[in-house]
């Protein structure tokens, strides 16, 4: 019996519902259609012999690959898609075996590797109209398996904070960092307090990584100091969705510039939404950002309940709007991505934290 994981499964459900509904709807801000959807006239896909593309001919798919121009009941890919999304709705195993009749239609249309081969970070490009339509990149948001991060942290993501104040000895230093869950987010919190109940002051410093930090300047030359705040109040004041946390720098006005430019303006929202749209739109912390365009261009919103919603950067103040409420601070693991420990660095002690961007679970 076939089994594959709940991205993969969740994946393929989503192709396979566009091919079968021959259109999907735009989305607004608040994720809700807005009763315009866009016909598909082409759906293009990397797989294992290579590309493969999926023509939407009234009530047949034609699909052309490498010695392959089939064609199938577009009635076919709905019914399949039907039986994934009962299959991830019922079980919450993190592997699901395929239902009955899935396995013979995936040999039918030759899909062999469930997830796309891809090298520029699409999931698949669609053509709407006409297949002869410039092709847009998609990648995948699924609530109906892990949601895949827009900024994955790691060490490259992590910002640092100099510890000034008072001078601990390197004794108190290793009782500070001592802990027996290295990879609990609570443990850095921990640290922080007790650091500054110890007369000691956390000042922000400088991003980590140099690679990340001319990204973040790239959206504003005190970005990182807006991030900083956010961070900051994510491990000591438990917020964490990014909507909340910019009313919260708004309050605090962390870069003290004027009172018009933050409420009228709304400089520091402005801010954020433009680095959210450069996140779902390639920004990465280890790869060198300079603002031009990339092969993702949107993506495609996937409910709990299976239903579809496209954003694009053709519609980019929605999708910054859409993200803005939709998105959240996440606690990476501290062993792991190397963060929330007291570290000496040229006679000074540091700690870093580290900045991941997800997607809030509803």
Known sequence: MLTASRKEWSELYTVFSLLARGAVDAGNAAGEPVGTPLPIALLTRREHDGERRYYVEGERIRVVGE?????????????????????LSVSREAEIEAAPGVEEFLDAVRIYDMEAVTDDRTDFYLSFYSADAPPVGFRIQSRLCGMTPLLDGGRTANL????????????????????EAPDNPAEVARRMLYIESMGGVLKYNDVADKIFRSNLLMIDSNFPRVLAAMLRMLHLDNVAR??????????????????????????????????????????RPAKMFNGEETAVSGFIAVGAAGELLCYQKADRQTMADYLFTHTRLEKGLPDKDKYGYLERENRAYYLKLNLKVGFIRR
């Open 242 to 283: 990014i909507d909340e946390l910019t009313a919260r720098v708004e309050e605090q006005n962390p870069l003290k510039i004027k009172d018009e430019l933050v409420h009228k303006h709304g400089f520091y929202r402005y801010k954020v939404k433009q680095f959210l749209v450069a996140l779902a739109l390639g920004l």
């Open 160 to 179: 640092k904070w100099e510890q000034t104040g008072v001078r601990f000895s390197g004794p108190a230093v290793n009782k500070i960092n001592y802990t």
């Open 67 to 87: 010695q392959m121009d089939v064609c199938f009941p577009r009635e076919d890919f709905g019914a399949v898609a039907s039986l994934i999304l009962s299959g």
